[in-house]
């Protein structure tokens, strides 16, 4: 999902045209000077002459001077709104010649952009090719049966021996697509673009200041199907009839040659969910009730339910350790609420709560209920851990040693433990194993906790509250582990592991050990563990559980962990950070076409927001995560120059739409928020032959209901060609969202 986050506004001045002012040729300049001195007679200096040639391409034209073409080529997408166009960086170009060899009205490009499918064209006979790449002087002379060429002259070829590229049009195709001569002009227009400043942005369009001239054209591809754009020249086709000119055509021709300059194709399909503009407004339509990742069910009367559900929870089988069958509730590390800390009060450290999955379990002794969400992740962790071989081999390499660190630092300390002689390791061994040696101060620690009660609060929405289930024998071995942590020996242990625990971290990162690694391989179903949640065609916003991660890598680091000093190596380890790669606060989820049909969809955010994390995790769902919460998040259609075209569709109840800007005054560009519609009735007929099934080409200034004079009774006043192309332009689809405050 591309991103950016400085982004530049610019300022955009479209004109009627550019008309060079000197026709292309060969000129001389000459130049004389006579000087008159006081009281002398005239004298002539001698003159000097200057010959100079105007060149402009005239069959040919390079790739280097297209700056854009639109729809992209070989773009597949819904472009029946859509007049395609191309931007040409000569700002000129279009003007730079007459589109006959006499001298006419210099207003008339001798350009234009036919769009056409492979039923309006001829192949060539020799190549099998739609367009051809022939000699220039084939151009010049006799016409092949049924071919009609340009009317060039000996000047128009006079010292060029090159090449061009042709394609045969059917004759029927070029009466139906080809703009009337006073439409060509309404086709055209120039664009000046100048940075404004920098302050605020519409991302990944990519102008860049200056002049370019823009040719349109005039056929909207209605029909699903494959088209080909052709940028051709009219030069020597200005006297034919299809241009209303008076020469006719010679008897039996059914196809006419045009040079040309450029061409693309794509393909328009029109989506059963419409416009990208219709799938957005479907978006926020259907989050409005509700933004936040959770359920959306009845109001529920249980206390209970109620809160887990409004919390993200969903109840899931839960089976106990003696058998029984019961139900838990779970949710992913996607909250729809800042999550609580689960840990209870004085036992801060994460790394010590989720020495295990069991004692990741939170028990609700009001309804006999475990929330299981914390110990799933743990047993993930593991599973994942065992499935990535450079991570399992990492955690091993880090236990070996450092239990080989702590053996060291023991022996070395030993004979100081107490002032005795006996083998430390012996001794500890003897505690863990009941022998009746066991000093009398652990036993009596042991019956002391026995007999102290302990209450587990009812589950509400402040976890906090609620305390883990932990075994009495270990909470007693942590008190008296934790009055002797500051013993020389404990001191040396710890000191000893935190060297082996510093220099595995950055090797546990390399081997995948971060949230970033871990996150692509968790199924979606631990994400989001009802797909209720997060229905087809929607969006959802979560908050991230920092809590959820830290029992996914507890368990992927204590995979293979059996006895107290596996858990204490894992606790040094995650003691310090892995990686400095900091967790989401939050993100959002997209389940919808919009990643199906449009995979290069932009987001914006404010600038101060740091790039987002994008990943697809299904053909239809994205996973985006914020690394801080932006006040708005933008979706935006992908990354395109201005284009052109109607607001709706034709094939929708009202025959399509134009939403009007202002043309003139201080208001100039700005919508109007009146449209014209219907669009419908200013298309021109299209004739069997062509191969066209429905009316998609726009009548500007024919006969019937014209286009031109149509909006400019709407808007009240005269538009110009520049007029025309700001009431057609197109910017990218936006549309913003917000999370709710919770």
């Known amino acids: 999902m591309p991103h950016g986050s400085a982004p530049i506004r610019h300022s955009v001045i479209l004109a009627d045209d550019l008309i060079p002012a000197i026709d292309p040729g060969h000129y001389t300049i000459e130049v004389s000077q006579d000087v008159i001195p006081p009281g002398l007679s005239q004298e002539s200096l001698r003159g000097a002459s200057q010959e100079f040639v105007v060149e402009s391409p005239q069959f040919t034209l390079d790739s280097a001077s297209i700056y854009a073409q639109y729809p992209p ?118 664009r000046q673009v100048n940075e404004q400043d920098k302050k605020t942005a519409v991302l990944g369009e990519g102008w860049q200041p200056g002049q370019y001239g823009v040719v349109v054209a005039n056929r909207l591809p209605r029909t699903d199907g494959h088209y080909t754009a052709l940028l051709v020249s009219l030069h020597g086709h200005g006297r034919y009839p299809y241009l209303q000119g008076d020469q006719e055509l010679p008897p039996h ?11 693309w194709s794509f393909d328009s399909k029109a989506y059963a969910a419409g416009t990208f503009g219709d799938v957005v407004k479907r978006l926020a339509h259907e989050a409005k009730p509700d933004p936040m990742l959770r359920l959306r069910t009845r109001p529920v009367d249980h206390p209970e339910a109620h809160d887990r559900l409004a919390q993200g929870y969903v109840p899931v089988a839960h089976r106990l350790h003696g058998g029984e069958d019961s139900y838990g509730w779970t949710r992913g590390p996607l909250t729809p609420v800042v999550p609580p800390n689960p840990i209870p009060p004085g036992e801060q450290d994460a790394t010590t709560a989720w020495a295990s999955a069991d004692a990741a379990l939170i028990y609700s002794e009001q309804y006999g209920l475990f929330d299981i969400s914390y110990a799933a992740a743990y047993t993930l962790g593991q599973t994942l851990a065992l499935a990535n071989t450079s991570l ?104 000893a592991l935190e060297v082996v625990a510093a220099r595995h971290r950055p090797q546990m990162a390399d081997a ?98 740091p790039a987002p994390h994008a990943i697809t995790m299904a053909p239809d769902i994205r996973l985006v995560l914020f690394p801080k919460w932006p006040q708005t998040v933008v979706l935006r259609e992908p990354p395109h120059a201005l ?13 399509g739409s134009i ?84």
């Open 659 to 742: 939403n009007l800007r202002y043309v003139s005054g201080k208001e100039t560009g700005k919508a109007t928020h009146t449209a014209f519609t219907p669009v419908d009735p200013c298309l021109r007929g299209i004739s069997p032959r062509s191969g066209l099934d429905r009316p998609q080409v726009l009548n500007l200034y024919g006969t019937g209901t014209a286009l031109v004079p149509a909006l400019t009774s709407k808007l009240k006043q005269p538009i110009s060609p520049a007029g025309l192309a700001l009431q057609l332009l197109n910017l990218p689809y936006r549309a913003t969202f917000k999370r709710s405050a919770s």
């Open 512 to 609: 995948g050990l971060s949230w970033k690694d871990l996150l692509p391989a968790v199924p979606f179903s631990f994400l989001v563990p009802d797909m209720a949640a997060l229905p087809a065609e929607s969006l959802r916003f979560f908050h991230v559980d920092p809590y959820w991660f830290d029992a996914l890598i507890a368990g992927a680091v204590g995979q293979g962990a059996s006895a107290a000093t596996d858990i204490m190596l894992t606790s040094r380890l995650l003691a310090g950070a892995v990686t400095d790669e900091a967790l989401p606060e939050g993100g959002m989820l997209i389940r919808s076409r919009l990643i199906q049909h449009w995979p290069d969809l932009v987001l914006e955010l404010p600038a101060e927001v």
């Open 253 to 263: 021709t059914n196809r006419a040659r045009f040079v040309v300059l450029a061409s």
């Open 392 to 495: 399992a081999e990492a955690v091993s390499c880090y236990r070996r040693e450092g239990l080989r660190a702590v053996q060291q630092a023991a022996a070395a300390h030993e004979r100081g433990l107490d002032g005795c002689r006996e083998d430390a390791r012996s001794r500890f061994d003897t505690w863990l194993a009941g022998d009746s040696s066991m000093p009398s101060e652990f036993s009596r620690n042991i019956d002391q906790l026995a007999k102290k009660p302990h209450t587990v609060p009812p589950s509400t929405a402040v976890r906090a509250s609620v305390e883990p289930v932990t075994p009495t024998p270990a909470r007693a071995l942590h008190e008296m582990a934790a009055r002797t942590a500051l013993s020389p020996l404990a001191a040396a242990c710890d000191a």
């Open 643 to 655: 284009n052109f075209g109607i607001d709706t569709s034709l094939d929708k109840p009202g025959g």
């Open 73 to 190: 080529p070989g773009a597949i997408g819904d472009f029946s709104t859509v007049l395609p166009h191309i931007t040409l960086k000569q700002a000129t170009r279009p003007w730079e010649r007459p589109i006959d060899s006499q001298p006419g009205d210099r207003h008339i490009p001798w350009l234009a952009l036919l769009v056409v499918t492979d039923s309006s064209l001829v192949a060539d006979p020799g190549t099998r090719q739609w367009t051809t790449t022939r000699p220039l002087r084939d151009l010049k002379g006799p016409a092949p049966e049924g071919v009609v060429l340009p009317a060039l002259t000996d000047d128009d070829i006079a010292g060029v021996d090159a090449s061009c590229r042709t394609v045969d049009v059917k004759l029927a195709a070029v009466q139906d697509l080809m703009p009337l001569r006073q439409e060509l002009r309404w086709l055209t227009h120039m």
